[in-house]
Each structure stands twice: as C-alpha cells, then as structure tokens.
C-alpha cells in the first residue's frame, strides 16, 4: 500500500514521544499488512517512554513504538497461506528466528534470536503495522475490538496461570498491575479454589476483589499476608504463587507462602538481581520454580481462545481507560498515575 500514515514513536533519543507522519510500511515475503484496530500500552512501553536505562540501551530511534495490538489484515504478502484480507486478528509481539536449536525444539517465544514488535521492529502504534504471517493470530470474526486488542498481555497472564493444571488449586498472586488483574480472570475461569491478590495499591486490590480474589492484602505486611494465606490453607500454604510484581519483598513473601511442592512463577521483571534463600524456598520445599516470558506459540492462544469462546474469559473489565492515538501523551500519564482505579490502557488510531 502506499501513501503515508500517522504514527507515534520515539524519533529522538530522550524521554517522551512524538508524533508523526511516515511511510506505511512495505510488506514482503511471508508478511501481512494490518490496519490497527486497537492498541493498549504495556509496562515495556512505560520504560521506552520514560527513556530508562533499559530502554536507552535498548531502542534505536526512530522507532514506532507499541506491541499490544488488534487489527483488520489489508495485504497479504507473498508466500503466506491461511489469511484473506479482513481477517481480524491480534499480533503475538515475539518474532522468532524459526531455525534456532530453542525454535527448533517447540520455544519460539524464547527464541534465541528474538525480536519484539515495536522494540526490535515498527510498532503498532500507528494506522498500519507489518507483521511476519507466523505472528499473527486470527480471531473470529465477531469478537469484539477491546478483546482482541488486549490478546497479547492476556496471553501473559493465561502462561503464567495454566503452563500447568489449577483446577481446585490455591493461588496467591502478587502484583495486582494488568496482568496480575488477568490473570485474577483467569484463575477464576479456569476453577481456582482460592484466589489471594497482593499489591500495595488499594484501588488495585478493589479491582482483583471485583474480578474474583476471594481476599486482598497490602503487601507493605508481609507477615500479615503469609499468616493469613497459612491459615486459610490448613497451614500448608498456596498450590501456586503467580509473581507478577518484580518486587524483591513480594518474591519473599511469595516463597514464605507457597506450600512444599508448590509452583512458584516469575514472571514481574525486578530491576536489579535478588537475594533468595535457596534451601529454605527452593530445596527443602521442592519447589518449581517457573519462568514466564512471553506466551507459548501458540499453545497458550489456542488455550486462551477456547476460553474466551467458551464465555469464561472476558477481560474487558480489566481495560478501564479509553484514548484515541493522537492523545498519546494523556493516555501515558494516565497509565503512570498513581491515583484511581488504571488498568489497561487502550488506544484507538
Ligand atoms: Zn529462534
């Protein structure tokens, strides 16, 4: 296609964003054009935007930002089988090399030579993004725009809950930010018996207690949290911890309240190294520990999707902020703010 289209990114090496006019992209073999339908902001865009340490080591200006995504397929590029022009579809932001050992053995979300959308590659925070065909991922037809915009950081929360079975099983989650609030939903969805929500924001606790936590805690009493989860388990502790907060006390909380056996899955990012009483935690409770990055490809869409046809999982609950594209800027501050109830927020082009 050609022309021009409105696009926000990063064009200079500094915080903040601009907005601006590009070329759309020019798809080749094995891509797809989309039309973005709907986008929504992750803590990665966070971390781009306010132009950290990661970030600056990360992105190369100029670069369209945004990875969260739905949208309707407006090219097909050659060499690509099973999309038409229409399709609605979300876009899975981990672009796999497809030929390295780890790719070759069923991990391409980790693949060694990973690329991530609007990190590595143009975003989707534009009119139009291009897309290699094996990350995208088609939707029915009739699902409606909120759900499949937010496919991408579901998916997250649906690894992290179901890469093994919960039905029955106690669940402590900590961190309670967007996919913590998923994966709230998905527990629920998938027959949790107990669900237990940490996080140090109120607004964010009355939102898990709202999409199904049976009990809240603020994590600044960390002895509070792990004797209440004790007592409410007949003193053996959770089944499963759901880490999804990076914070080195919500880690160790995490650990005190997992039962011996437990899974414990990581999957918030903590800025610096921590410290973990590896015997206590991991050995003499004969832990799993558990890492998340990314979504299985594409077991977890495939599990997600059932459950979403199924009607058990319906995330729009957790999207509580609406913007239109060009008011980038309003949506960020919105989305940092410490005060009200923020969950995800969603951007319209
Ligand atoms: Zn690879």
Partial sequence: MKGTMKAIGKWKAAPGVQLVEVPIPQIEYGELLVKVKGASI????????EWDEWAQGRIKPPLVTGHECCG????????????????LVSLESHIPCGLC??????????????????????????????IPAI???????????????????????????????IAGSSIL???????????????????????FAVDINPNRLEMAKSLGAHESFDARDPDAVVKRVLEATGGDGVDVVLEMSGAPSAIKTGF???????????????????????????????????????????????KMAGLVRSGALDPRPVITHKFPLVEFDKAMATMRSKEGKVGKVMLIP
């Fill in 42 to 49: 992750c803590g990665t865009d966070v971390h781009i935007y």
């Fill in 256 to 302: 005190k309240a997992l039962r011996k056996g437990g899974r414990f899955t990581a999957f918030g990012l903590p800025s610096k190294p921590v410290e973990i009483d590896f015997n206590n935690d991991i050995i003499f409770k004969g832990a799993r520990v558990i890492g998340i990055n990314g979504r299985e490809m594409f077991q977890t869409w495939y």
């Fill in 72 to 87: 309707h397929v407006v090219e097909v590029g050659p060499g690509v089988t099973g999309f038409a022009e229409g399709d």
């Fill in 135 to 165: 990350c995208a991922w088609k939707n029915d037809p009739s699902m409606p725009i909120e759900i499949a915009t937010v496919m991408e950081p579901m998916g997250n929360a649906v690894y992290a809950s179901l890469c093994e079975p």
């Fill in 101 to 130: 050992a780890v790719c070759r053995t069923g991990l391409q979300h980790i693949c060694t030579n990973l690329k991530i959308l609007g990190v590595d590659t143009a975003g989707v925070y534009a009119d139009y993004v291009k």
């Fill in 173 to 195: 989650i900590t961190g309670c930010g967007p996919v913590g609030l998923f994966a709230t939903i998905v527990c629920r969805a998938s027959g949790a018996s107990r669900i």
